[in-house]
């Protein structure tokens, strides 16, 4: 069985854009050697890689896939073996294309993408910004090695690695009813307007916590933004349910939020890294989720400025499993 990096370059941008034209225009190449590659992959290896629509493109089937999930790896391990030889023999050393969830992604990752590079500046290290299911996705599809996000609704094929629980609290304006408690529970906080962070899952898990306790929260606003949720609250449209820390009590406009500790046992989110199970991570990749599991600790702390919120903490240990109870 005999195929270049080059083939698997080609049939890579045309499963990612479901089209030979797109595919050519992206590579400067032609169309002919697009079609080309993905005849002779297709030859060599006994699999239909794609099904061929008469003037709509093309879409991957099954096989293919499974396949471009393999082919993007190995152009990502040949790309590294590249950078190793630049590098005299550094081991970390390549890119890394990592995706987070926006809640903690502006807190954490930032400060920890810089002590990375500082230990391995000869990494090129990309974060992007997306919401579970489209984690998910990307992550099944090859476009990321790794992603740090919660522990929501993850499939079986994604291995997840808990590092970090966040707990969750409340948030209320400084002249809500309730600002002035030391701990609130949610049988104290349903029968008040509720701001909704919208987000698919995210809303989820916020109405579980009620239904964990038999209780039906008021929903009185929705948002799809953290800032705008924080705004709300801030000017006293009713309390949140957050998880993330706030870095500081005020809300874009300037005006001040509380945060609160739950009372209760109610379920964290766990924070943690997701990979492909079926994929062998790169050196890189390895890099970075140790250094993530070194700072742990660390980080939580930073951003838990609130010692009453810090206490409830809990860096996991690398090797300590998930308790999904």
């Not at 099904?51 to 096989?63: C, F, I, K």
């Not at 790896?73 to 390549?94: F, M, S, W």
């Not at 987070?100 to 990494?123: A, C, E, G, R, W």
């Amino acid at each position: 069985m005999y195929f270049t990096l080059k083939h698997l370059r080609y049939f890579v941008k045309a499963g990612e854009h479901n089209s030979v034209t797109r595919a050519a225009e992206e590579l400067h190449v032609s169309q002919p050697s697009i079609s080309s590659a993905i005849l002779h992959l297709e030859d060599v290896t006994g699999l239909q890689l794609f099904v061929r629509h008469h003037a709509q493109g093309l879409s991957l089937t099954t096989a293919g896939r499974q396949f471009i999930i393999k082919s993007k790896q190995l152009l990502v391990d040949a790309a590294n073996l590249g950078h190793y030889a630049n590098t005299l023999g550094k081991e970390v050393a390549g890119s890394l294309r990592i995706v987070s969830f926006p809640t903690f992604t502006p807190v954490l990752l930032p400060s920890l993408m810089k002590k990375f590079i500082d230990t391995y500046p000869d990494v090129n290290i990309q974060c992007d910004e997306s919401h579970q299911k489209d984690i998910i996705h990307s992550l099944m599809g090859g476009h990321y090695e790794l992603a740090l996000t919660y522990d929501l609704q993850l499939p079986s094929d994604i291995d997840f690695e808990p590092i970090i629980e966040f707990p969750p609290y409340v948030a209320l304006a400084k002249s809500h009813p309730l600002a002035n408690c030391d701990e609130l529970s949610l049988a104290e906080l349903a029968e008040y307007p509720m701001v909704l962070l919208d987000w698919p899952m995210s809303r989820e898990y916020f109405f579980s916590l009620f239904l964990s306790q038999n209780l039906e929260p008021n929903f009185a606003h929705r948002a799809q933004s953290l800032g705008m949720v924080q705004g709300l609250v801030a000017n006293g449209f009713g309390y949140s349910l957050f998880n993330t820390p706030l870095v500081n009590n005020l809300a874009l406009d300037g005006n001040e939020i509380v945060a609160i500790p739950l009372s209760g046992e109610l379920r964290p989110l766990r924070l943690g890294v997701a990979t492909i199970s079926r994929l062998k991570s790169t050196p890189v990749a390895d890099a970075f989720i140790n250094t993530l599991k070194a700072r742990s600790a660390e980080l939580a702390e930073s951003v838990f400025t609130d010692q009453r919120f810090y206490n409830h903490l809990e860096p996991k240990k690398p090797n300590e499993p998930l308790d999904v109870s």
